[in-house]
């Protein structure tokens, strides 16, 4: 498994457009020891290679699909409340392409 | 050095349901920012997606057009990435298991034919608007979650015309099955190019470039061969390619670079946790197919084996709507090469002079086929036809009743026409005659007496009968 340094998890902090102080870093760091050696044991099972990776614990599968059926939308000034600037019905950020 | 271009297309199509993707929020267009959004498609706290049942149903039928293979396992990945354009921070798409697979579709193209191969067929939610001033952005999330397909077809195409005929069958197809109207200025049906190129006669691929903003099939082909050219003269002179992201610029009518690419982005994919996979019956995949509107091709076929030629037939289906309404005029029971004439000629030279769509044009297609079937019965001639057409235009009332208002009846009547005639013939012995010595053009004559007596509403075929058969007895 690979190895978790402070460096990868500033790597992955900035690339999820986020930083942490040391002392937050060092707390992760800590946690990720305990997941990597409870993954390292999980590896020893026996046949674990050849298992399927699950996304749901069981079989959740279903047959329900929505109707196509158009329901009354939020009101504009509901919708946008959080929004801190809000320029004709639109809200209005810092230029977010270069 | 002879190079060879290698083009894949990536098009997007968003679909014309009524609902969104995951949400029940109206899908409209031009409506104002805002103003079509439900919780869900804002990514408030507790929502959860639910699958559009038709958005998947028109997947089916698109993936069956294009000879897929479908998919009876419907999961959904998430494709992470921290921007504006989705509130959610993460697009809802099939990365893994696209609902169609392994297809082609075939194009006609001036080298002959040829076949396309497509890899994938998958549904997704669009991405919100964004307007861009020179310092601020602008949010509209109407469009966040309507849903789209995207074809990703194999790198099979050559040219820029190759291109141009495959983006124009998939808009066939995806607006003859009512899933999209395939508008491109619209931006409902939008195209992505990538394009490279190798020495003829290689297997390994050049270094690719993508083509962005692309907006009309036109583009497409003029992007295409701008891009080969391009990339030709760099390679003549020993240099290479960048793999870059490009736009087209419709002024100079060139590519020019939005962005040079560096490493493959890691969108960290994962099935969606919220979307429990679903399970599509066989029956519920049969059904879609069955009960899909009929394509393009198939009305071809149908309208060459109603007696139409190639070229009315390939006029006809060149919009979806005017098929249509050349279909539900048949339903009259009228010529169906009377209507086509009448639909592509007067009809759309309607249309074309008012710059309106046959969806408002105020002539249903049955009132027209009435009208014919007045013809064809030689109710009334062609010309009165025509003139009564610009009445059922201006009015909206139906043929029958305007014929009675316009006092336009032909006098069909055997024998009303024939006292007619009588007296016409009894008035010119000589025209008699000289018919009988063989002088054909003497009949010509007596048929212009008649159709004077009867103010030309004679019906000329029955006269001309008539006339014969009474200077015969004679």
């Known amino acids: 498994m690979k190895n978790i340094n402070k460096e990868t998890l500033k790597m992955a902090a900035n690339k999820l457009m986020f930083d942490m102080s040391e002392e937050q870093y060092n707390h992760l760091l800590n946690e990720f020891d305990v997941i990597v050696s409870q993954m390292n044991l999980i590896g020893k099972i026996e046949g674990v290679d050849n298992a399927t990776p699950m996304t749901f614990p069981f079989d959740v599968t279903s047959t329900k699909l929505r109707e196509d059926v158009a329901t009354t939308p939020l009101d504009r000034d509901v919708a946008l409340r959080n929004a801190k600037d809000v320029v004709d019905g639109q809200i209005r950020l810092p230029r977010v392409v270069k | ?474």
């Open chain 2, 1 to 474: 050095m002879e190079f060879e271009a290698v083009i894949g297309l990536e098009i997007h199509v968003e679909m014309k349901t009524k609902s969104k993707m995951f949400s029940s929020a109206p899908v409209t267009f031009g409506s104002d920012p805002n103003t079509q959004i439900n919780p869900i498609d804002m990514a408030f706290p507790g929502t959860l997606p639910q699958v559009n049942k038709q958005a998947v149903i028109n997947a089916i039928r698109v993936s069956h057009a294009l000879n897929m293979k479908i998919d009876n396992l419907v999961v959904f990945e998430r494709k992470n990435y921290f921007y504006s354009d989705l509130p959610k921070g993460y697009q809802i798409t099939q990365q893994f298991r696209p609902i169609g697979s392994d297809g082609y579709l075939t194009i006609q193209t001036s080298q002959g034919e040829k076949r396309i191969g497509i890899e994938r067929l998958h549904m997704e939610e669009d991405t919100c608007k964004q307007l861009h001033s020179w310092d601020f952005s602008l949010l509209d999330y109407n469009r966040a979650g309507i849903p789209l397909i995207e074809i990703v077809s194999l790198p099979e195409m050559r040219s820029g015309e190759e291109a141009a005929k495959y983006v124009e069958k998939i808009r066939s197809i995806v607006t003859f099955l009512d899933v999209s109207d395939g508008k491109m200025e619209e931006g409902s049906l939008r195209c992505d190019v990538n394009i490279s190129l190798r020495e003829k006669g290689s297997t390994k691929f050049g270094t690719k470039v993508e083509i962005k903003n692309l907006n009309s099939i036109n583009n497409i082909q003029k992007a295409i061969d701008f891009e080969i050219s391009r990339q030709s003269i760099i390679l003549e002179f020993g240099g290479h390619i960048e793999q870059e992201t490009r736009r087209f610029d419709e002024g100079s009518k060139e590519t020019v670079l939005m962005r040079v690419k560096t490493d493959a982005v890691d969108y960290k994919y994962f099935t969606d946790p919220n979307i429990a996979p679903i399970k599509l019956s066989k029956e519920f995949i049969e059904e879609a197919i069955k009960s899909s509107p009929e394509l393009a091709e198939s009305k071809l076929k149908r309208y060459k084996e109603l007696g139409l030629n190639e070229y009315d037939s390939s006029l006809l289906i060149a919009d979806k709507d005017i098929s249509n309404y050349f279909d539900s005029g048949l339903k009259s029971g009228c010529s169906a090469k009377l209507l086509a004439n009448w639909v592509i000629g007067d009809v759309q030279s309607c249309l074309n002079k008012d710059g309106e769509s046959i969806k408002a044009f105020p002539v249903s297609a049955l009132s027209l086929g009435k009208l014919i079937l007045l013809v064809e019965k030689n109710e009334v001639s062609n010309k009165q036809a025509r003139e009564v057409f610009a009445k059922m235009i201006e009015t909206g009332k139906e043929a029958n009743e305007l014929v009675k208002e316009m006092g336009l009846s032909q006098v069909s009547d055997t024998g009303e026409l024939l006292s007619i005639i009588k007296e016409v013939i009894d008035a010119n012995p000589q025209s008699v005659i000289d018919y009988k010595a063989g002088k054909d053009r003497a009949i010509g004559f007596i048929v212009g007496q008649v159709m004077k007596k009867t103010q030309g509403k004679a019906n000329p075929a029955l006269a001309n009968k008539l006339i014969l058969e009474e200077i015969n007895r004679r």
